[in-house]
């Protein structure tokens, strides 16, 4: 999602709108701000144009260098019109096709999807003029997000409260994606595995399960079931998927194969343990002047044995890598019996664990080796289900 018109009306929730236009601006995206009048009493414009660095419209034309502006062009390449918060009156307004100011003439000149977050007070979000211009506003082919139960700002408990900015985000996501997977199920397995020696220690990883994550969200984005099969990691579970959390790689193999017969697609983007302690205590262990050794022992290859059972099931891997990674990675998508296997070199800068971006080589059965540049691992997500889709 590269350039979203955020249009931002004149309701008390217009403050929560700079917390929503700074998750875009986090996620990648150009902002661009138009507000209605009665908007601006709410909040400063310079607020918007301080998160997005672009100016905030509130008028149709602008006077500069003698040249009249036109607005409307704002619309050029858009991806989306988020209308948040939607008032009443806006959605009255864009509902009959009034055209009064800029937000409202926008939305009538508008080819991009458009999103509407509406939030009022509790009687007036009943009011059967409102439901009648919501239900004008979807036959139109808005998408019109739920406002959220909860205390309002006259101070009032019902349903009316703007959403929270990351729900909004998420839901704006999905309603501009592709629904490409929707009818699929999809497993994806994501973060470390701990192997315990005793209570309180562990062998594991770096992994921050961002790329697993990234994968789910994407997949829920558009239209996959999706179960999240994950280490311990301090990221929640994207919007919509079930998650499961494991601690070991034994754990994560009982995780995954219970859900592996009904989930066509399979995404293994865990950093998982290859060997664990050949014992674990039942107790701290204590410190003594002996230097001790740890003994250990193999653990079963979780995708070498889904890829035994393969059968109708697409099966995707990542290859985590520190030298000759093409060759490496192709020997392990065939040993595996893999569709595709993605693979990232762990020594080059911006790449592999605990960083929001990546940089990697898709490669797939039928010999396609495709190298992408650095990006942010949510792109790259998309950009990864891009390819699977073409061989659902
Ligand atoms: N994998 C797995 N079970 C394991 C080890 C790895 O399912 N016990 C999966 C990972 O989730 C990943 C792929 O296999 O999708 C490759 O993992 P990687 O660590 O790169 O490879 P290994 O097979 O462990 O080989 P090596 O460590 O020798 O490079």
Do not use: W
């Not at 986090?26 to 661009?32: K, N, Q, T, Y």
């Not at 392990?332 to 605990?354: S, T």
């Amino acid at each position: 999602m590269k350039k979203i018109i955020l249009g931002i009306t004149g309701g008390i929730a217009a403050y929560k709108a700079a917390e929503l236009a700074r998750l875009f601006v986090r996620g990648g995206s150009d902002v661009h701000v138009v507000m209605t009048p009665a908007a601006t009493e709410f909040v400063a414009p310079l607020t918007f144009q301080t998160l997005t660095g672009h100016p905030v419209y509130t008028a149709m034309y602008s006077e500069q260098a003698g040249d009249r502006i036109r607005h409307i062009d704002l619309l050029e390449n858009a991806d989306v019109l988020l209308v948040a918060p939607a008032t009443a009156n806006t959605i009255a307004k864009m509902a009959s096709g009034i055209a009064d100011n800029l937000l409202t003439t926008l939305y009538l000149a508008a080819r991009c999807p458009v999103v509407i977050i509406p939030s009022m007070n509790i009687n007036m979000y009943n009011h059967r003029a409102v439901q009648d211009n919501i239900n004008k506003l979807a036959l139109h082919g808005c998408h019109v997000m739920d406002p959220e139960a909860g205390e309002l700002a006259c101070g009032v408990y019902g349903k009316g409260r703007m959403p929270e900015p990351e729900d909004i985000y998420a839901y704006t996501r999905a309603a501009i994606s592709p629904n490409d997977f929707s009818g699929l199920n999809a497993l994806v397995s994501a973060g470390p595995t701990r192997e315990h020696l005793d209570p309180v220690r562990f062998l594991s990883n770096p992994s921050t399960g961002l790329m697993g994550y990234a994968l789910a969200r994407a997949l829920s984005e558009r239209g996959a079931a999706v179960t999240l099969i994950s280490g311990h990691t301090h990221l929640n579970a994207p919007p919509g998927v079930k998650k499961v959390v494991v601690t070991s790689t034994e754990e994560m193999y009982n995780a995954v194969f219970e859900n592996y017969k009904k989930c066509r697609l399979v995404i293994k983007a865990a950093a998982v343990s290859d060997y664990r302690p050949l014992k674990t205590a039942e107790q701290k262990v204590k410190k003594s002047n002996q230097v001790s050794t740890i003994e250990l022992t193999r653990n079963r290859d979780i995708l070498f044995e889904l890829g035994k059972e393969k059968g109708n099931h697409i099966l995707v891997g990542f290859a985590a890598e520190t030298e000759d990674e093409i060759e490496n990675a192709r020997d392990k998508m065939l040993r595996k019996n893999l569709d595709m296997i993605i693979v990232n070199n762990l020594k080059e800068p911006g790449a592999g664990f605990a960083v929001p971006t990546n940089r990697v080589t898709i490669i797939d059965r039928s010999g396609n080796i495709e190298q992408l540049p650095l990006m942010d691992k949510d792109q790259l997500a998309h950009h990864i289900l891009d390819r699977i889709a073409g061989l659902l």
